[in-house]
């Protein structure tokens, strides 16, 4: 039985590794207790109140461990990941995987030198049930050829809550690295692009004045040899609406088009992962919150067998490439 730890509770996300993993029939081992957020480790004690913390050395040591979760300081998860892989570990690690372009060339040297998997837990697509089905949906050819993405990834601020490190570039990566990262794994898993271009990108300040160097706005356009994708992320989603970002995403395709309004229907349908499918015969909503998530389960197989049915790794690296670039060559349309 396949036996994980965490190292870095600094992200709520580290929870749907740890549920996801332990519902595809792994065993949590321990975790470290080191964090830049107590009380978001407090809540980690109390969700998995039998569960030992260890000290962070020891569990890179542990051979009996097979894979290491990491949601640390974004800027700090290469450098735990490339610790982890040259103990022998294979590693899931939240988004942003990788926050500089030297990161990337280390990560990249490591899997070929090591033959560990590092995989991004994109939980925007793979823990999101409506996405799932609209993974199937393109694959079973009910728009018909993908021809453009559109995704929006609207987040709330919560600034009373965010530790030092989030209002500081170097340390989150950014606005597109850190959020848009999921936006660009949709666009080329949706368009079956292996590759892709920024043709341009842009990042602003517009409403968090007391801290100049965030950015609470950015977007991308993106390109490939089948397809175009634009996307937009942002820190502006009020207090009046009951959940953290009104994420949507439409996927345009020769035969039709698909909708998803992933965590909330707006002064609609209660509840979230809602899919709307528009083609040739109709229209069509489907409720997903019954659809099964599978990447945990691909993952698990992926250790077991050594194959890549989660996510290829020239897929994840791709989509760190390209959030790079647009991050890095994003102009500040707030400093026009």
Known sequence: MLKFAVVGIDHGHIFNHVDGLLAAGCTFVGYCEKTSVPDLLEDFRQKYPDIPAIDRDAIFENPEIDVICIAAIPADRAGLAVRAMEAGKDVMVDKPGVTTFDQLAAVRDT?????????????????????????????????????????????????????????????????????????????????????????????????????????????????????????RVDWFTPDGLPTWGDGRLTILGTEGYIELRKYVDIAGRPGQDHLYLVNQSGVEYLDCSSEPIEYFDQFVADVRDRTETALSQSHVFEVCRLSLEAQSKADNITAC
């Open 111 to 231: 899997v070929e030198k090591t033959g560990r998997i590092f995989s991004i837990c994109f939980s925007e697509r793979l823990c999101v049930r409506s996405a799932v089905k609209a993974g199937k949906l393109v694959a079973e050819g009910a728009i018909g050829r993908v021809v453009q993405t559109l995704g929006m990834g609207p987040h709330r601020k919560s600034l009373s809550v965010r530790p030092d490190w989030f209002f500081i570039p170097e340390r989150f990566g950014g606005i597109i690295v850190d959020i848009a990262s999921h936006q660009i794994d949709q666009f080329l898993f949706y368009t079956v692009s292996k590759t892709g271009e920024v043709a341009a990108s842009s990042i602003g300040n517009f409403g968090t004045t007391a801290t100049p160097e965030f950015q609470d706005f950015g977007e991308v356009l993106l390109r490939s040899d089948r397809a175009s994708g634009y996307v």
